[in-house]
């Protein structure tokens, strides 16, 4: 009987400690909305972005050769939903004004490594027109 109590104890004890070794521990859950954006236009580009429909508007730069980052940080970890981003920019590549607005999609990621974990776009040139294509 004590030693059927045992096994029993002893086989709840593992099953409970191999439960909680599978969950994903905080370093591996999702921590943030990442979008990249880089160019290969072989110039930097000027835009806006913003988080949701109200946000306030961020000005930066896409650069040759390095993505910039939009990041969206989750409350909690492990989370997979954040607002919309929106980026603004001139379209045309000429002298005139064309200002765009397109939303962007992201993805949940662990970590700010663009290749590994953002949903990624670059900024092209088709014509004279300055265009966002996703890369992923």
């Known amino acids: 009987m004590i030693h059927n109590r045992l096994r029993l104890i002893l086989s709840l004890s593992l ?15 999702q921590r943030y909305a990442l979008t990249c954006l ?13 988080w949701g429909d109200s946000g306030a508007w961020n000005e930066d730069t896409a650069d040759p050769g390095r ?7 989750y409350e909690t970890p492990g989370q997979n939903k954040s607002p919309t981003l929106t980026v603004k920019y001139d379209d045309d590549y ?11 999609k992201s993805y949940a990621a662990r970590d700010l490594n663009c290749e590994r974990s953002g949903k990624t776009y670059n900024y092209y040139l088709k014509s004279s027109e300055l265009v ?3 890369e992923d």
């Open 94 to 104: 000429t002298s005139s004004t064309h200002i765009v607005t397109t939303p962007l």
């Open 132 to 134: 966002i294509r996703s």
């Open 38 to 50: 880089g160019t290969n236009t072989g110039t930097k580009i000027k835009f806006q972005y913003r």
């Open 67 to 73: 993505w910039t980052k939009m990041l969206w940080e």
């Open 15 to 29: 099953l409970t400690l191999s439960t909680f070794s599978s969950l994903p521990s905080y370093s591996q859950q």
